[in-house]
């Protein structure tokens, strides 16, 4: 697990144009054991990802990335009063459209695209961060504990990008 410094991020345009995709993910992998029905309505998410083409920002953002042979971008919007408690992340479809045989060798990075609001949390490990600015990322390595609360009334929108290093 890594806290990174921020990327020179200049050019966000309007998120209002991104057609977003509702994950509903209760009682759903890596979700099972949150079976309490409050959880119902609150482990959700929404992203936009490939195949749908990547406004151009978010190459720009990738070319960070180069080290990587694979730099695969999601944006992903956890709206107001939503949750996703504590996980590990499998990456199975990565792993089957990559042909990646050890999750150990993906690489995920969670770049921040708005400034903070207070009751926004992303919990990694034992370690809740907040206080934010545009252009600041976490990263780790393989399967490790995440999760991601949102008790502000605002949307919080970050790109995250799944990587394989280049091999040596």
């Not at 690489?107 to 919990?123: A, D, E, I, N, S």
Request: glycine share 2%; with cysteine.
């Amino acid at each position: 697990m890594h806290v990174q410094e921020k990327l020179p991020i200049n050019t966000i345009k309007d998120f209002s144009k991104i057609t977003w995709e509702k994950k509903d993910l209760y009682n759903h992998e890596p979700f099972e054991e949150y079976t309490d029905l409050a959880y119902t309505n609150l482990i959700q998410t929404e992203v936009y990802q490939k195949p749908n083409p990547m406004p151009e920002w978010v190459e720009e953002i990738c070319s960070h990335f180069k080290r990587y042979d694979i730099a695969d971008p999601s944006i992903v919007k956890m709206c107001a009063g939503k949750i996703l408690p504590l996980h590990e992340d499998v990456y199975a479809k990565f792993r089957k459209a990559h042909n990646i045989k050890d999750v150990n060798n993906i690489t995920r990075y969670l770049v921040f695209l708005q400034k903070h609001t207070p009751g926004q949390l992303f919990q990694l490990g034992n370690t809740v961060y907040s206080s934010w600015e545009i252009g600041s990322y976490l990263s780790w390595q393989g399967p490790h504990s995440h999760a991601v609360y949102n008790m502000s009334n605002v949307d919080r929108i970050a790109l995250q990008i799944t990587c394989v290093r280049k091999a040596s």
